[in-house]
């Protein structure tokens, strides 16, 4: 048996308390274990949670043809607890859209399309260009906002930091 260990073994038998080799004491140690456990261990994020229901459910994520018969010539809405928003996304692929906020508005124009393995991707060409290309997944759901997106690729959103994205769908502008 080691030197150190030991020693250790005999402070304890005298009342002291056990060191580890690093100098903190055991209980330290199952403290940020046991904190690490209950924070991260078993931890499901909310994009799982909403995917795994989905799943139970049986509802499945839309196809290609689907996502691109919704959006075309359609406006999309939404909101959070940041702010709320709207685009239009003309036939042609192109975005329009704003968000507001108490006391701000902001609004850019973009690309959207549709991948061959059933994402919506849209891509903003001013202001917002800074965050890239975003691909997501999309599920119809039900009640105010009847589907919701499931953020895939991109940058994480100030207001759907989880990246799951309810929205309502309406035709037109």
Known sequence: MPEAQISSIKKMEKGGTMKNFTGRTPVV???????????????????????????????????????????????????????????????????????????????DKGEWRVTDDDLFCTKYLGKWSKYGESCYSVYPT????????????????KGYPDGVLPFKITPGM
């Open 29 to 107: 140690i199952f403290v940020v274990a046991l904190f690490s456990l209950l924070l991260f261990g078993g931890c499901v994020s909310t994009k799982q949670k909403f995917q795994d229901d989905m799943m139970s459910k049986g509802v499945k994520p839309l196809t290609a043809a689907e996502i691109t018969n919704l959006h075309s010539s359609a406006t999309a809405y939404g909101k959070n607890p940041r702010y709320e928003w709207e685009g239009y996304y003309s036939a042609d692929g192109k975005i329009q859209s704003k968000v507001w906020w108490p006391g701000g508005e902001e609004s």
């Open 142 to 157: 039900s009640g105010e906002f009847n589907y919701t997106s499931i953020k895939k690729t991109g940058s994480p959103s």
